[in-house]
């Protein structure tokens, strides 16, 4: 399959491109991000812009991929509802109506996260503007699908952008063997990867996947 990834610099992002570039069934990858990846690769392309709300200039570059793996985000902290909103909300579901123009039905996998609020009306501001987002998709004529991983332990030199998040990891790196043993709790950035490489090839049971489901997967 071809596969279009946003996000390949974030942690779970660079997780995914990896997997991806390791898996031969992956014929293509077009990167699509605001700075390059660094990353060469005889399978991998980029589109680089600094505004990723109007993707309409590269439209036509962007059609013909069977699968989106949506892995751009940030974290709530400090930010204003409208803030995350537009971030979260308005730039995920403007790039997937772009994509359900010039490639309806492709899969689109999206990360969200554990805890995320479907009903839209809970007191967690992130969880709600996850959930609407969600809803958003699973309503667009994609064949989408919710990633909502819980702990991530990032592998292979592969570190997170935010400095709160790389302490954490730090702090419970050696936690993870301990943390592992619990079913769903959680997972890492290359199950993560295999995970959505296997929705994307072949779809899921089921439209909302947690830590779980995607450490069961093939």
């Given at each position: 399959?071809?596969?279009i990834?946003f996000?390949?610099?974030?942690?779970?992002g660079q997780?995914?491109?990896?997997?991806?570039l390791?898996?031969?069934r992956?014929?293509?990858v077009?990167?699509?991000g605001?700075?390059?990846?660094?990353?060469?690769h005889?399978?991998?392309?980029?589109?680089?812009?600094?505004?990723?709300?109007?993707?309409?200039?590269?439209?036509?570059?962007?059609a013909?991929?069977?699968?989106?793996?949506?892995c751009?985000?940030?974290?709530?902290?400090?930010?204003?509802?409208?803030?995350?909103?537009?971030?979260?909300?308005?730039?995920?579901?403007?790039?997937?109506?772009l994509?359900?123009?010039?490639?309806?039905?492709?899969?689109?996998?999206?990360v969200s996260?554990?805890?995320?609020?479907?009903?839209?009306?809970?007191?967690?501001?992130?969880?709600?503007?996850?959930?609407?987002?969600?809803?958003?998709?699973?309503?667009?004529?994609?064949?989408?699908?919710?990633?909502?991983p819980g702990?991530?332990?990032?592998?292979?030199?592969?570190?997170?952008?935010?400095?709160?998040?790389?302490t954490?990891?730090?702090?419970?790196?050696?936690?993870y063997?301990?943390?592992?043993r619990?079913?769903?709790?959680?997972t890492?950035?290359?199950?993560?990867?295999?995970?959505?490489i296997?929705?994307?090839?072949?779809?899921?049971?089921?439209?909302t996947?947690t830590n779980?489901?995607?450490?069961?997967?093939?």
């Amino acid at each position: 399959m071809k596969v279009i990834v946003f996000g390949a610099t974030g942690m779970v992002g660079q997780g995914v491109l990896r997997e991806c570039l390791l898996d031969d069934r992956v014929a293509q990858v077009l990167v699509v991000g605001r700075t390059p990846t660094g990353r060469r690769h005889a399978r991998l392309a980029e589109i680089v812009r600094g505004d990723l709300s109007d993707l309409s200039p590269v439209a036509a570059d962007l059609a013909g991929y069977d699968a989106c793996f949506f892995c751009l985000g940030v974290s709530a902290a400090g930010m204003s509802e409208a803030d995350y909103t537009r971030i979260t909300y308005d730039l995920t579901t403007a790039v997937a109506g772009l994509l359900a123009d010039v490639s309806p039905g492709m899969r689109f996998v999206y990360v969200s996260g554990s805890g995320t609020d479907s009903t839209e009306r809970g007191r967690m501001m992130w969880a709600r503007v996850k959930g609407r987002t969600e809803n958003a998709l699973l309503a667009m004529p994609l064949d989408a699908y919710m990633f909502r991983p819980g702990f991530i332990q990032p592998r292979h030199g592969i570190t997170s952008k935010t400095g709160w998040y790389r302490t954490l990891y730090k702090i419970t790196s050696p936690l993870y063997p301990l943390l592992a043993r619990i079913p769903g709790l959680a997972t890492t950035t290359d199950q993560l990867g295999r995970a959505m490489i296997h929705v994307g090839l072949s779809g899921a049971p089921t439209r909302t996947l947690t830590n779980r489901d995607i450490n069961t997967l093939p």
